[in-house]
């Protein structure tokens, strides 16, 4: 009997060659870099592709999968958006996901174990994408940022991921990690150096801003407001200083930024009279509702679930909503205090 004989061109052998010194170098950097998990778990994770709908929604807003994006978390409303830049340069929003659990409460994290999910402006690149996550797929905001790191904040490893467990991160279950995971890939690797987080107790609205204007991080709160405002206004991620402890937005005039975040600020450029127009406007109104008595208390229980998941845990419970929103099961949790809205206010 005689032999069959797979043959190969030239060309194809080049090409394989080619293949396999590839996943060579890409095996390499990732074990250097802690990518891979200790068994080398390797999986399809952290490569699959953006859906074909949110592909099309690119398509239909004049977007491609390489321009950069810009992601926004807000507690109260339990939601992360995705922003994607325009071809003119402003961006626009993609998608918005609910967010199936964080923990804490409304305000900035602070220290190592306080259960909260940070507030304030950070930046990811690519390296602090986790394609090997055990909550499927994840991605480090940043915190503590500079400015955090000099008041003293402590914590690590605040990541946005899947499931829905919370100890000072923010999950959105595995299905909707993947796309904002391949989002943020194709963005980085089409030449975002890094895209910018914008992490928030809520929306920055003059009724919102009344509600809370008793709490004791409200300056804090209104510091963020200014650099929420230059995005509403202006479609285009704030320039981000840190001086005299606190956030700064807009151009530097003269000098530079201070290497101590705590040091005096210098002297800024003059801002867009739209986005000081916006927050005049805004701070008015709000100071109107609250001469007219809007004010709001709420009641506590442990972070925040948005109400669609909050529904789906009351009627099916902790277990279906696990698997519903992790691969592996991951329990929900401290689920009793998902159950109850903990922004609606007391009577």
Not at 262 to 287: G, N, S
Not at 307 to 317: E, F
Request: proline letters at 7%.
């Amino acid at each position: 009997m005689g032999r069959t004989v797979q043959m190969f061109s030239i060309g194809d052998r080049k090409r394989r060659i080619r293949r396999a010194g590839t996943l060579l170098a890409i095996l390499s950097a990732m074990v250097l870099s802690g990518c891979v998990s200790a068994t080398l778990d390797m999986d399809d994770r952290g490569s699959r592709p953006i859906p074909q709908l949110l592909l099309a929604e690119m398509r239909k807003q004049n977007m491609k999968p390489s321009d950069p994006i810009l992601v926004r978390i807000f507690k109260k409303e339990s939601e992360l958006e995705v922003w994607k830049r325009r071809k003119g340069g402003e961006y626009a929003l993609l998608k918005t996901y609910p967010m199936c659990r964080w923990s804490g409460k409304l305000g900035p994290k602070t220290k190592q174990g306080d259960r909260q999910a940070p507030e304030g402006f950070y930046n990811v690149g690519y390296g602090r994408l986790n394609p090997q996550s055990k909550y499927y797929l994840s991605f480090d905001i940043g915190y503590p940022n500079r400015l955090e790191r000099a008041l003293g904040h402590t914590g690590s490893a605040l990541m946005v991921h899947g499931a829905c467990s919370s100890a000072g991160c923010y999950a959105i279950s595995d299905e909707h990690v993947a796309e904002v995971y391949a989002l943020a890939r194709e963005a980085l690797k089409g030449g975002q150096r890094s895209f910018q987080v914008q992490a928030f107790p809520f929306r920055m609205t003059p009724e919102n801003m009344a509600a809370y204007h008793g709490d004791p991080n409200f300056d804090f709160w209104l510091d963020l407001k200014r650099g929420y405002d230059e995005f509403e206004v202006t479609r285009k991620p704030p320039t981000v200083t840190f001086c005299d402890a606190r956030y700064r937005f807009g151009e530097i005039a003269t000098g530079s930024a201070p290497d101590n975040p705590k040091a005096a600020c210098p002297a800024f450029e003059q801002p867009d009279m739209r986005v000081a127009a916006r927050t005049d406007a805004d701070l008015a109104k709000m100071k109107s509702l609250v001469e007219d008595g809007y004010s709001a208390t709420y009641a506590y229980q442990d972070g925040g679930m948005h109400i669609n998941y909050r529904k789906l845990l009351a009627t099916r419970g902790p277990e279906y909503l696990a698997r519903m929103t992790s691969s592996k099961a991951v329990p929900v949790s401290r689920p009793r205090a998902a159950l109850e809205d903990p922004y609606k206010p007391k009577r």
